[in-house]
Structures are given as C-alpha cells and as structure tokens.
C-alpha cells in the first residue's frame, strides 16, 4: 500500500517525489511542487544534497519569475504534521532565503531558487576555507600542506601511527585503572 503524496504547503497541491544525488553518493528522495516549485526536505536531506544536483531540481524559470504572485498570506503547514512552519533562520544562510521548518519533524521548506542559492553559497564557501587553509600553509611553512579528506570512509581506516597511539593510550589508560585500583585495595586492607 503506497502513501499518498505530500500536500504543498503553500498551494495546497500534490507534490512529486523527485530523486537526487547526495555528495556521499547515496540517492535522497525529495518532494517537490509541481505548482510552486517548492522543494520539501526531510529532517537531514538538505545538507548532503550536492550543489548540482540543487540547480538541477531549482532551475531558475524566469516566466514564473516574472508572473505576479501574491505572497503566502501566512506560514505554511508542514506536510507531515500539519503544523505551522516556522521561519528558519541561519547566519550560514543567504539573508533574503525564505526557509520554513516544521518545529515537531525537523522538515524544511525551501521556496523556488533557494535550494539552489544555498547550495551555491555553501560551494563557493568551501572553496575559500579551503583557500584560506592553503594560505595559512604557505605562511607557516613552504611545503606545508593541510591534510584533506575526500572520502570519509578511507578517512576512518586506521593509520599504523594512529594505531599505535591509539594502543599507547589504552596501555596507558589500563595501567592507570590498575594503579588506582590496587590504591583501593591496598587503603582497605590497612583501613586506611
């Protein structure tokens, strides 16, 4: 038995499930207005989204764009839960984004153009921390390079130095319990 899909918040239309590609490379299903062009994201879906993917479901429609609208006359009500949105905001994000969250799911809804702007200021915001990190490399040291990690997985395999420490520190840890231990016990045998 399938779902029956998720109402727009604003428009009061079906939406349409609209798949896309995470960074990590797993595949998000979002919902999407067909009306509108709003894009409803789950709780944790809009932060893995990769920034083509974002101008790929958000393209900019500039009939739509030019066409009058009146603006929403209130928040919308979350597809899931059926309460009030709230407005979301983050100074991570654009000022002028208009981004509602449901308080109860954690669902966000992102108006047409959005989602596309945020991905494309979160790009171009990694790219100069990584070019700040590169610059304080080279002031701190000529061949200086910051390690980077471009998948997570090979970033989790133990390094043998990393393992190495990884031992001394238990070693340490358990020779410490001992000697505590053996404290407690050595104080009540003498009652002390």
């Excluded at 083509?52 to 429609?61: H, I, M, S």
């Excluded at 701190?140 to 471009?150: L, P």
Aim: glycine share 6%; charged share 25%; hydrophobic share 40%.
């Amino acid at each position: 038995m399938s779902t029956p899909p998720l109402q727009c918040p604003h428009c009061g239309v079906a939406m349409r499930a609209v798949t896309a590609e995470a960074r990590s490379g797993y595949l998000l299903v979002l919902d999407q207005c067909a009306q509108c062009g709003g894009i409803w994201c789950d709780r944790w879906e809009l932060f893995p989204l990769s920034a083509p993917e974002a101008a790929r479901l958000d393209p900019v429609d500039e009939a739509r764009l030019r066409a009058p609208t009146s603006p929403p006359s209130g928040p919308g009500r979350c597809p899931r839960c059926a309460v009030p949105l709230r407005e979301f905001r983050d100074r991570l994000l654009p000022p002028d984004a208009r981004i509602e969250r449901c308080a109860v799911c954690d669902g966000m809804w992102l108006n047409r153009g959005t989602l596309h702007r945020l991905k494309q200021r979160s790009a171009s915001s990694a790219r100069v921390r990584r070019e700040a990190i590169e610059r304080l490399a080279r002031a701190y040291g000529k061949e200086a390079k910051w390690a980077t990690v471009t998948n997570i997985d090979a970033a989790l395999r133990p390094v043998d130095d990393a393992a190495r420490d990884a031992g001394d520190i238990r070693s340490t840890v358990w020779s410490t319990v001992a000697w505590i231990a053996l404290r407690a016990l050595w104080r009540l045998l003498l009652g002390a």
